[in-house]
């Protein structure tokens, strides 16, 4: 059982800065399990998800090209909480931001990216104005 919570969404100008929080419960069943995790954007009017950013167990992250240089992903292992730090947002990362969440498999950057997800949140929404 593995549960995904999102915080810290808001509505900033265009050049600011948001830091979006992802608190993961997890079954002890999964303890020692590689995973990956990772933060995806739908953009208003779109039904599709975006992986903008990832991380893995062992630290590697990997970012979309569209927030490379902006957004920082990172973990803080003892509080089971993932991060998404935001800086110099502008209107076109308006959208809905969630976690997801991937346990066992293959675990390295690339695949990261490219995995399924079997696990969200409910998502935060984020609304940059110009």
């Known amino acids: 059982q593995v549960q995904l919570v999102e915080s810290g969404g808001g509505s900033v100008q265009s050049g600011g800065s948001l830091r979006l929080s992802c608190v993961a419960s997890v079954a002890s069943t999964y303890t020692g399990w590689k995973y990956c995790m990772a933060w995806f954007r739908q953009a208003p009017g779109k039904k599709e998800r975006d992986v903008i950013a990832?991380?893995?167990?062992?630290?590697?992250?990997t970012y979309a090209d569209s927030v490379k240089g902006r957004f920082t992903i990172s973990q803080e292992n003892a509080k089971n909480t993932l991060y998404l730090q935001m800086n110099s947002l502008n209107p076109e990362d308006t959208g809905m931001y969630y976690c997801?969440?991937?346990?066992?498999?293959?675990?390295?950057?690339?695949?990261?990216?490219?995995?399924?997800?079997?696990?969200w949140g409910q998502g935060t929404q984020v609304t940059v104005s110009s």
């Open positions: 997801g969440a991937d346990l066992g498999g293959l675990t390295s950057g690339v695949f990261c990216r490219s995995r399924v997800y079997g696990h």
């Open positions: 990832t991380i893995n167990s062992d630290g590697t992250t």
